[in-house]
């Protein structure tokens, strides 16, 4: 799989990164800070992997699913960046 990370900082391009909206960060129970999905950069390793923790309320591993619309947003902008530039993408294995 490839993960994505997330940050409470902004870009430094526009392209670089999707911003989460407060309501999708409500339901995953993050934070109210302003936080962006990077498509820059991501970590690929295969599912599941020794470096998953599971979370301390609920023993799972998921937080969540994203809205679709939301999702193919991510999807979409990775793709772009990743056809025009050269990413950094990081084997965890």
Do not use: M
């Amino acid at each position: 799989v490839t993960v994505l990370p997330s940050t409470h900082v902004a870009p430094s391009r526009k392209d670089e990164g999707v911003e989460i909206p407060p309501a999708v960060k409500r339901h995953l129970g993050l934070d109210d800070q302003p936080s962006w999905v990077l498509v820059s950069e991501g970590n690929e390793f295969v599912w599941p992997g020794y470096d998953l923790r599971k979370r301390r309320k609920g023993g799972g591993y998921s937080y969540g699913f994203l809205p679709p619309r939301l999702f193919d947003r991510v999807v979409k902008a990775f793709v772009d960046w990743h056809k025009v530039h050269t990413g950094r993408l990081v084997s965890r294995d």
